[in-house]
């Protein structure tokens, strides 16, 4: 079964600053896709960022970027001039790119709080 | 225009009670799903459905029954109600493939006293 670490639970950053957030899975797959979450007290799932594996360059949105790597299977989210509306938690995310059965798998999460 | 609807937003309600969580969806997607939110945060799959068919059913209690009436409403309907319910339910959807993730509902925070 696919499996989503992040093994850091809590991370914190300074206004302004740059962070990363870690990401490493399971796969046999050669063909899945990636995603990042984010969940701010509000409550709701937002996609951050997804990236498609066959797709060598890492993906961008703004301030935010991947830097994947996927023969050792790691997935992390930079965060760069981070604002106080990024306080979330931020969780990874997999799913193989068969469709129709398949799940998307997600990490246990990284609670990301932002100091003025 | 809310893309994912669920309702209600919170439920309080007394063990033994039978409840339901709608939802709907008004982005074409073919595959709707239901997650369970633990109080670690942890996300797992419940059920999952594609075009009415019941294609996911992890390992979750017969109290738990989903209906999809069409492809556009997974309702979530729960029968005696225990404490270890208690939970935050997303509804999602998505494309067959899922290769945009999904959109997720804003979540039902349920509480069984």
């Known amino acids: 079964a696919q499996t989503v670490t992040q093994s850091q639970p809590e991370m914190s950053v300074q206004e302004a600053e740059t962070v990363t957030l870690s990401c490493t899975y399971d796969t046999s797959e050669s063909d899945y896709y990636l995603f990042w979450y984010k969940q701010p007290p509000s409550r709701q799932m937002i996609l951050v960022i997804r990236q498609e594996a066959y797709k060598q360059q890492n993906a961008t949105e703004n301030r935010f970027s991947v830097n994947f790597q996927k023969a050792a299977k790691s997935f992390s989210l930079k965060i760069s001039d981070s604002q106080l509306g990024d306080a979330a938690m931020y969780f990874c995310a997999y799913i193989r790119s068969q469709g129709g059965s398949e799940k998307l798998v997600f990490g246990k999460g990284t609670k990301l709080t932002v100091n003025p | 225009d809310t893309a994912v609807s669920q309702t209600p937003k919170y439920l309080v309600t007394q063990m033994g009670n039978d409840k339901s969580i709608k939802c709907e969806q008004n982005?074409?997607?073919?595959?709707m799903y239901w997650y369970k939110q633990d109080s670690k945060k942890f996300l797992k799959i419940m059920f999952s459905?594609?075009?009415?068919?019941?294609?996911i059913n992890e390992t979750v209690p017969n109290r738990f029954s989903p209906k999809s009436p069409d492809k556009a409403h997974l309702n979530l309907h729960i029968n005696s109600l225990e404490l270890g319910d208690s939970a935050v339910y997303f509804c999602?959807?998505?494309?067959?493939?899922?290769?945009?993730?999904?959109?997720f509902g804003s979540g039902t925070r349920l509480t069984v006293v």
């Open positions: 459905y594609n075009n009415k068919e019941l294609i």
């Open positions: 982005l074409g997607h073919d595959t």
């Open positions: 999602a959807s998505s494309r067959v493939d899922a290769a945009y993730g999904y959109t």
